[in-house]
């Protein structure tokens, strides 16, 4: 099956930009989804699609595509944005339908 | 509002069976698709299994494959996972999550809050 690598951790200071990217071989067939993960919570959907927000998720996420690298923007980054963060997509591998996971990624604001 | 709410997770000995079940509500059940959705402790998300509206179309993850079993009952507006053969690496917390649909890309637009599985003798 596919796999989708992050970056395990990266930090951002208060009101600046992060983009934390995830890259694999099915986001050449198909655009990645993004959650948001809080300590204790559940996974929370913030962008799907091309660059879409579900109700709700402020306009400072953004998603972007460029071949198999899927990109997750933070811009201008609130404290209530520190989570862990994962991408996913289906699996274009095989014979059947998966879905894959990325690794994850931590994002601290300073 | 949309809600799923796990249930049947618990201390369960390797070798051993379990059921959860999801319960949802706020929404038209029967014509959504539904997944299952691990994740070990300290770990990332592992998609488990999915199920389409009907339950005529079904999918598992090689890891629970031949062990675990999704199913439906959309007159009780419930998804199930009979888990058995539980192994100690099946340990996680366990969420159901619904698929949602736009321009032919599918996503899981919402979450259970998940029912932690422990595995151990």
């Known amino acids: 099956s596919s796999e989708l690598t992050q970056d395990p951790a990266v930090s951002v200071a208060l009101g600046q930009t992060v983009r934390i990217t995830c890259q694999g071989d099915s986001l050449r067939s198909y655009y990645a989804s993004w959650y948001q993960q809080k300590p204790g919570q559940a996974p929370v959907l913030v962008i799907y699609g091309k660059n879409n927000r579900p109700s709700g998720i402020p306009d400072r996420f953004s998603g972007s595509s460029s071949g198999n690298t899927a990109s997750l923007t933070i811009t201008g980054a609130q404290a209530e944005d520190e989570a862990d963060y994962y991408c996913n997509s289906r699996d274009s591998s095989g014979n059947h339908l998966n879905y894959v996971f990325g690794t994850g990624t931590k994002v601290t604001v300073l | 509002e949309v809600q799923l709410v796990e249930s049947g997770g618990g201390l369960v000995q390797p070798g051993g069976s379990l059921r959860l079940s999801c319960a949802a509500s706020?929404?038209?059940?029967?014509?959504?698709?539904m997944n299952w959705v691990r994740q070990a402790p300290g770990k990332g998300l592992e998609w488990v299994s999915y199920?389409?509206?009907?339950?005529?179309?079904?999918y598992y993850a090689d890891s629970v494959k031949g062990r675990f079993t999704i199913s439906r009952d959309n007159a009780k507006n419930s998804l199930y996972l009979q888990m058995n053969s539980l192994r100690a690496e099946d340990t996680a917390v366990y969420y159901c999550?619904?698929?949602?649909?736009?321009?032919?890309?599918?996503?899981?637009?919402?979450w259970g809050q998940g029912t932690l599985v422990t595995v151990s003798s």
């Open positions: 199920i389409s509206s009907s339950g005529s179309t079904i």
């Open positions: 706020g929404f038209t059940f029967s014509s959504y698709e």
């Open positions: 999550a619904r698929v949602g649909w736009q321009n032919y890309n599918d996503y899981f637009d919402y």
